[in-house]
Protein backbone atom coordinates (compact mmCIF):
# COMPACT_ATOMS: atom_id res chain seq x y z
CA UNK A 1 0.00 0.00 0.00
CA UNK A 2 1.02 3.54 -1.01
CA UNK A 3 2.29 6.05 1.72
CA UNK A 4 -0.94 7.91 0.56
CA UNK A 5 -3.35 5.33 0.35
CA UNK A 6 -2.70 3.85 3.76
CA UNK A 7 -3.15 7.35 5.17
CA UNK A 8 -6.37 7.42 3.81
CA UNK A 9 -7.74 4.32 5.17
CA UNK A 10 -6.95 5.11 8.71
CA UNK A 11 -7.99 8.27 8.48
CA UNK A 12 -11.22 7.22 7.01
CA UNK A 13 -14.43 7.96 8.74
CA UNK A 14 -12.89 10.05 11.95
CA UNK A 15 -14.11 12.71 13.20
CA UNK A 16 -12.20 15.34 14.22
CA UNK A 17 -12.11 18.65 16.05
CA UNK A 18 -9.93 21.53 15.48
CA UNK A 19 -10.03 25.07 17.42
CA UNK A 20 -8.60 27.60 16.20
CA UNK A 21 -9.43 26.40 12.45
CA UNK A 22 -10.12 29.66 11.09
CA UNK A 23 -6.43 30.68 10.28
CA UNK A 24 -2.95 29.54 9.90
CA UNK A 25 -2.20 26.05 10.96
CA UNK A 26 -5.65 25.27 11.76
CA UNK A 27 -7.05 26.35 8.99
CA UNK A 28 -4.63 24.22 6.93
CA UNK A 29 -4.76 21.16 8.57
CA UNK A 30 -8.31 20.77 8.60
CA UNK A 31 -8.21 21.38 4.53
CA UNK A 32 -5.40 18.48 4.71
CA UNK A 33 -7.20 16.15 6.62
CA UNK A 34 -10.17 16.15 4.05
CA UNK A 35 -7.51 15.68 1.18
CA UNK A 36 -5.94 13.12 3.11
CA UNK A 37 -8.55 10.88 4.04
CA UNK A 38 -10.15 11.01 0.41
CA UNK A 39 -12.82 13.52 1.86
CA UNK A 40 -14.20 10.94 4.15
CA UNK A 41 -14.13 12.77 7.31
CA UNK A 42 -15.98 15.15 9.62
CA UNK A 43 -14.52 17.97 10.39
CA UNK A 44 -15.15 20.12 13.89
CA UNK A 45 -14.32 23.08 13.29
CA UNK A 46 -13.79 25.93 16.19
CA UNK A 47 -12.84 29.26 16.64
CA UNK A 48 -14.07 33.00 17.70
CA UNK A 49 -14.78 34.00 14.22
CA UNK A 50 -17.56 31.83 13.41
CA UNK A 51 -18.17 33.58 10.17
CA UNK A 52 -14.76 33.00 8.77
CA UNK A 53 -15.42 28.96 9.93
CA UNK A 54 -18.61 29.10 7.30
CA UNK A 55 -16.81 30.28 4.68
CA UNK A 56 -14.61 27.60 5.26
CA UNK A 57 -17.00 24.97 5.49
CA UNK A 58 -18.97 25.89 2.52
CA UNK A 59 -15.26 25.85 0.13
CA UNK A 60 -14.53 22.08 2.02
CA UNK A 61 -17.80 21.05 1.68
CA UNK A 62 -17.76 22.00 -2.24
CA UNK A 63 -14.30 20.38 -2.80
CA UNK A 64 -14.62 17.22 -0.85
CA UNK A 65 -18.57 16.69 -0.76
CA UNK A 66 -18.01 13.41 1.04
CA UNK A 67 -17.20 15.68 3.93
CA UNK A 68 -18.72 17.02 6.71
CA UNK A 69 -17.79 20.41 8.26
CA UNK A 70 -19.78 21.81 11.70
CA UNK A 71 -18.51 25.60 12.27
CA UNK A 72 -18.99 25.86 15.68
CA UNK A 73 -18.30 29.17 17.61
CA UNK A 74 -15.71 28.50 20.55
CA UNK A 75 -13.47 31.09 22.31
CA UNK A 76 -11.03 28.72 24.39
CA UNK A 77 -10.47 31.57 26.78
CA UNK A 78 -13.91 31.73 27.98
CA UNK A 79 -13.75 28.21 30.31
CA UNK A 80 -17.46 28.63 30.92
CA UNK A 81 -17.92 28.32 27.19
CA UNK A 82 -16.07 25.11 27.14
CA UNK A 83 -19.00 23.91 29.48
CA UNK A 84 -21.54 24.38 26.79
CA UNK A 85 -19.50 23.11 23.87
CA UNK A 86 -18.71 20.03 24.96
CA UNK A 87 -22.58 19.45 26.23
CA UNK A 88 -23.65 20.54 22.54
CA UNK A 89 -21.17 18.79 20.47
CA UNK A 90 -23.34 17.51 17.08
CA UNK A 91 -21.11 14.81 17.04
CA UNK A 92 -19.78 13.35 20.47
CA UNK A 93 -17.35 9.99 19.30
CA UNK A 94 -14.24 12.26 18.72
CA UNK A 95 -11.71 10.55 17.31
CA UNK A 96 -8.84 13.16 17.17
CA UNK A 97 -8.35 16.80 19.13
CA UNK A 98 -6.36 19.53 17.60
CA UNK A 99 -5.72 22.00 20.11
CA UNK A 100 -4.32 24.31 17.82
CA UNK A 101 -6.03 27.61 19.21
CA UNK A 102 -3.23 29.84 20.55
CA UNK A 103 -1.87 33.69 20.50
CA UNK A 104 0.58 35.91 21.87
CA UNK A 105 0.27 39.42 22.62
CA UNK A 106 3.23 41.52 22.58
CA UNK A 107 7.36 41.69 23.23
CA UNK A 108 7.36 43.73 26.34
CA UNK A 109 9.95 42.65 28.98
CA UNK A 110 9.43 41.54 32.69
CA UNK A 111 8.26 44.82 34.46
CA UNK A 112 6.49 46.13 31.77
CA UNK A 113 4.15 42.95 30.53
CA UNK A 114 -0.11 44.19 30.83
CA UNK A 115 -1.64 42.14 33.06
CA UNK A 116 -4.46 41.79 30.27
CA UNK A 117 -1.96 40.08 28.02
CA UNK A 118 -0.54 37.85 30.60
CA UNK A 119 -4.42 36.70 31.27
CA UNK A 120 -5.25 36.44 27.56
CA UNK A 121 -2.04 34.22 27.00
CA UNK A 122 -2.52 32.02 29.56
CA UNK A 123 -6.22 31.53 29.64
CA UNK A 124 -6.13 30.77 25.80
CA UNK A 125 -3.04 28.72 25.65
CA UNK A 126 -2.70 27.11 28.75
CA UNK A 127 -5.75 27.00 31.05
CA UNK A 128 -8.62 26.88 27.63
CA UNK A 129 -6.11 23.93 26.10
CA UNK A 130 -6.07 22.25 29.44
CA UNK A 131 -9.89 22.81 30.41
CA UNK A 132 -10.99 21.40 26.57
CA UNK A 133 -8.84 18.61 26.95
CA UNK A 134 -10.09 17.41 30.10
CA UNK A 135 -13.73 17.85 28.95
CA UNK A 136 -12.88 15.48 26.05
CA UNK A 137 -10.94 12.73 27.44
CA UNK A 138 -13.66 10.81 28.70
CA UNK A 139 -14.20 10.47 25.28
CA UNK A 140 -10.83 9.36 24.23
CA UNK A 141 -10.92 6.64 27.45
CA UNK A 142 -14.46 5.48 26.97
CA UNK A 143 -13.59 4.48 23.35
CA UNK A 144 -9.72 3.50 24.17
CA UNK A 145 -8.29 4.97 21.61
CA UNK A 146 -7.75 8.04 19.93
CA UNK A 147 -5.29 11.45 19.07
CA UNK A 148 -4.50 14.54 20.83
CA UNK A 149 -2.37 16.74 19.27
CA UNK A 150 -1.23 20.14 21.05
CA UNK A 151 0.72 22.73 19.27
CA UNK A 152 3.67 23.55 21.73
CA UNK A 153 6.20 26.01 19.80
CA UNK A 154 10.55 26.40 20.14
CA UNK A 155 9.13 28.93 22.59
CA UNK A 156 8.31 26.31 24.88
CA UNK A 157 11.80 24.67 24.65
CA UNK A 158 13.95 28.03 24.09
CA UNK A 159 12.56 31.20 26.07
CA UNK A 160 14.00 34.18 24.58
CA UNK A 161 13.88 38.02 25.40
CA UNK A 162 10.88 39.43 24.92
CA UNK A 163 8.31 36.28 24.98
CA UNK A 164 8.46 35.99 28.95
CA UNK A 165 4.59 34.74 28.73
CA UNK A 166 4.32 33.26 25.49
CA UNK A 167 7.20 30.84 25.99
CA UNK A 168 6.07 30.16 29.53
CA UNK A 169 2.46 29.30 27.95
CA UNK A 170 4.23 26.77 25.60
CA UNK A 171 6.48 25.49 28.36
CA UNK A 172 3.12 24.66 30.53
CA UNK A 173 1.68 23.16 27.39
CA UNK A 174 4.95 20.68 26.85
CA UNK A 175 4.90 19.80 31.11
CA UNK A 176 0.90 18.74 30.49
CA UNK A 177 0.99 17.11 27.18
CA UNK A 178 4.27 14.87 28.44
CA UNK A 179 2.04 14.51 31.61
CA UNK A 180 -0.61 13.44 29.87
CA UNK A 181 1.33 11.03 28.07
CA UNK A 182 2.90 9.07 30.50
CA UNK A 183 -0.63 8.65 32.34
CA UNK A 184 -2.30 7.42 29.37
CA UNK A 185 0.16 4.67 28.89
CA UNK A 186 -1.97 2.25 29.50
CA UNK A 187 -4.58 2.76 26.59
CA UNK A 188 -3.64 3.57 22.78
CA UNK A 189 -4.74 7.07 23.17
CA UNK A 190 -1.99 8.70 21.43
CA UNK A 191 -0.56 12.24 22.63
CA UNK A 192 1.01 14.16 20.21
CA UNK A 193 2.89 17.37 20.51
CA UNK A 194 4.40 19.72 17.42
CA UNK A 195 6.36 22.31 17.74
CA UNK A 196 7.02 24.78 15.20
CA UNK A 197 9.50 27.50 14.89
CA UNK A 198 8.99 30.50 12.57
CA UNK A 199 5.72 29.95 10.85
CA UNK A 200 4.01 32.54 8.95
CA UNK A 201 0.10 33.03 9.40
CA UNK A 202 -1.18 36.17 11.50
CA UNK A 203 0.56 35.23 14.03
CA UNK A 204 2.62 37.99 14.10
CA UNK A 205 0.01 40.38 13.17
CA UNK A 206 -2.01 39.27 16.56
CA UNK A 207 1.44 39.81 18.35
CA UNK A 208 2.00 43.32 17.34
CA UNK A 209 -2.14 44.54 17.70
CA UNK A 210 -2.81 44.18 13.95
CA UNK A 211 0.81 46.20 12.95
CA UNK A 212 0.89 44.46 9.83
CA UNK A 213 4.25 46.26 8.96
CA UNK A 214 5.61 45.42 12.70
CA UNK A 215 4.58 41.46 11.43
CA UNK A 216 5.98 41.92 8.46
CA UNK A 217 9.44 43.24 9.12
CA UNK A 218 9.71 39.71 11.49
CA UNK A 219 9.70 37.84 7.85
CA UNK A 220 11.75 39.62 6.39
CA UNK A 221 15.19 38.42 4.83
CA UNK A 222 14.17 35.19 5.72
CA UNK A 223 12.00 32.48 4.35
CA UNK A 224 9.49 31.11 6.78
CA UNK A 225 7.56 27.98 6.78
CA UNK A 226 3.67 28.40 5.64
CA UNK A 227 0.48 26.72 7.56
CA UNK A 228 0.55 23.43 5.24
CA UNK A 229 4.16 22.56 6.51
CA UNK A 230 2.90 22.06 10.00
CA UNK A 231 -0.38 21.14 8.70
CA UNK A 232 1.71 18.25 6.58
CA UNK A 233 3.23 16.87 10.38
CA UNK A 234 0.45 16.85 12.22
CA UNK A 235 -1.87 14.70 9.40
CA UNK A 236 1.46 12.48 9.02
CA UNK A 237 1.26 12.07 12.71
CA UNK A 238 -2.31 11.05 13.07
CA UNK A 239 -2.25 9.00 10.09
CA UNK A 240 0.81 6.49 11.33
CA UNK A 241 -0.50 2.99 12.17
CA UNK A 242 -2.31 3.33 15.16
CA UNK A 243 1.17 1.47 17.04
CA UNK A 244 3.33 4.49 16.12
CA UNK A 245 3.37 7.69 18.21
CA UNK A 246 5.29 10.93 16.56
CA UNK A 247 5.39 11.70 20.18
CA UNK A 248 7.29 15.07 19.74
CA UNK A 249 8.37 17.50 16.60
CA UNK A 250 10.56 20.84 16.15
CA UNK A 251 9.98 21.81 12.85
CA UNK A 252 12.20 24.52 11.75
CA UNK A 253 12.43 26.65 8.32
CA UNK A 254 16.04 26.14 6.94
CA UNK A 255 17.34 30.01 7.72
CA UNK A 256 16.62 29.06 11.77
CA UNK A 257 18.41 26.83 14.55
CA UNK A 258 16.67 27.94 17.38
CA UNK A 259 14.58 31.00 18.89
CA UNK A 260 17.26 33.13 18.47
CA UNK A 261 19.45 32.05 16.08
CA UNK A 262 18.39 32.83 12.28
CA UNK A 263 20.21 33.45 9.36
CA UNK A 264 19.01 36.40 7.66
CA UNK A 265 19.82 37.32 4.23
CA UNK A 266 21.25 41.30 4.35
N1 LIG B 1 3.11 30.99 13.60
C1 LIG B 1 4.15 30.62 14.31
O1 LIG B 1 5.30 31.07 14.08
C2 LIG B 1 3.98 29.61 15.42
C3 LIG B 1 5.14 29.03 15.96
C4 LIG B 1 5.00 28.12 16.99
C5 LIG B 1 3.76 27.77 17.46
N2 LIG B 1 2.64 28.33 16.92
C6 LIG B 1 1.35 27.95 17.50
O2 LIG B 1 0.51 27.45 16.47
C7 LIG B 1 -0.85 27.64 16.82
C8 LIG B 1 -1.60 28.25 15.64
O3 LIG B 1 -1.07 29.54 15.38
P1 LIG B 1 -1.01 30.15 13.92
O4 LIG B 1 0.42 30.43 13.62
O5 LIG B 1 -1.79 29.35 12.97
O6 LIG B 1 -1.68 31.59 14.22
P2 LIG B 1 -2.98 32.31 13.63
O7 LIG B 1 -2.95 32.34 12.15
O8 LIG B 1 -3.06 33.60 14.37
O9 LIG B 1 -4.16 31.34 14.09
C9 LIG B 1 -4.54 31.27 15.44
C10 LIG B 1 -5.90 30.60 15.53
O10 LIG B 1 -6.27 30.53 16.92
C11 LIG B 1 -7.56 31.07 17.07
N3 LIG B 1 -7.72 31.66 18.40
C12 LIG B 1 -7.00 32.65 18.98
N4 LIG B 1 -7.50 32.93 20.19
C13 LIG B 1 -8.56 32.09 20.38
C14 LIG B 1 -9.49 31.90 21.42
N5 LIG B 1 -9.47 32.63 22.56
N6 LIG B 1 -10.45 30.96 21.28
C15 LIG B 1 -10.52 30.22 20.14
N7 LIG B 1 -9.67 30.36 19.11
C16 LIG B 1 -8.70 31.29 19.25
C17 LIG B 1 -7.74 32.08 15.96
O11 LIG B 1 -9.10 32.20 15.57
P3 LIG B 1 -10.09 33.39 15.98
O12 LIG B 1 -9.29 34.66 15.99
O13 LIG B 1 -11.14 33.33 14.91
O14 LIG B 1 -10.60 32.98 17.33
C18 LIG B 1 -6.98 31.41 14.82
O15 LIG B 1 -7.82 30.52 14.13
C19 LIG B 1 -0.84 28.49 18.09
O16 LIG B 1 -1.04 27.66 19.22
C20 LIG B 1 0.55 29.09 18.10
O17 LIG B 1 0.99 29.42 19.40
C21 LIG B 1 2.72 29.24 15.90
Do not use: W
Request: glycine content about 8%.
Amino acid sequence: MSLGSAAASRLSGKTILITGASSGIGKATAYLFAEASGGEVTLILTARRVSVLDSIKTDLEAKYPKTKVYPIGLDVSKLDAIDKFVAELPVKDIDVLVNNAGMVHGTEQVGEILQSDIDIMFQTNVFGLIALTQKLLPIFKARGKGDIVNLGSIAGREPYPGGAIYCATKAAVKSFTETMRKELISTRIRVIEVDPGQVETEFSVVRFRGDKSKADAVYKGVDPLVAEDIAEIIVFAVSRRENTIIADTLVFPNHQASAMIMHRKS
